[in-house]
Nanobody
Framework: QVQLVESGGGSVQAGGSLTLSCTNT????????MAWFRQQPGREREGVAV???????VYADSVKGRFTIAKNNAKNTLVLQMDSLKPEDTAMYYC?????????????????WGQGTQVTVSS
């Protein structure tokens, strides 16, 4: 069973940085892909970044050059380093995982989700 636990959200001023972490406290699978999604009030959930089981990384255009996704296999932890934050990055951020490929706009939502962590960027 995959169990995702997120941490690291908070409040920051525009231009600042935050680091989100997502740890799989359940069973580790080499074929597990992981990703970050976010959802703003009144808007649909959107993909932010994907770290595929093959090690490929994909970013949404809105965060390219500012966010970095990485995975610490020894700690079963997915990390999202967020720099140059903007007020429009304010959202609830969710870690997600599933077997095989993951996409920023998945046809089928990932099977496993964390509880979410709030990120607030003030201007």
């Amino acid at each position: 069973q995959v169990q995702l636990v997120e941490s690291g959200g908070g409040s920051v001023q525009a231009g600042g940085s935050l680091t989100l972490s997502c740890t799989n406290t359940g069973t580790t699978y080499s074929s597990l892909s992981m990703a970050w999604f976010r959802q703003q009030p009144g808007r649909e959930r959107e993909g932010v970044a994907v770290f595929d089981s093959d090690g490929d990384k994909v970013y949404a255009d809105s965060v390219k050059g500012r966010f970095t996704i990485a995975k610490n296999n020894a700690k079963n932890t997915l990390v999202l380093q967020m720099d140059s934050l903007k007020p429009e990055d304010t959202a609830m951020y969710y870690c997600a995982a599933d077997f095989g490929r993951l996409f920023l706009v998945p046809a089928i939502p990932p099977r496993y989700w964390g509880q979410g962590t709030q990120v607030t960027v003030s201007s």
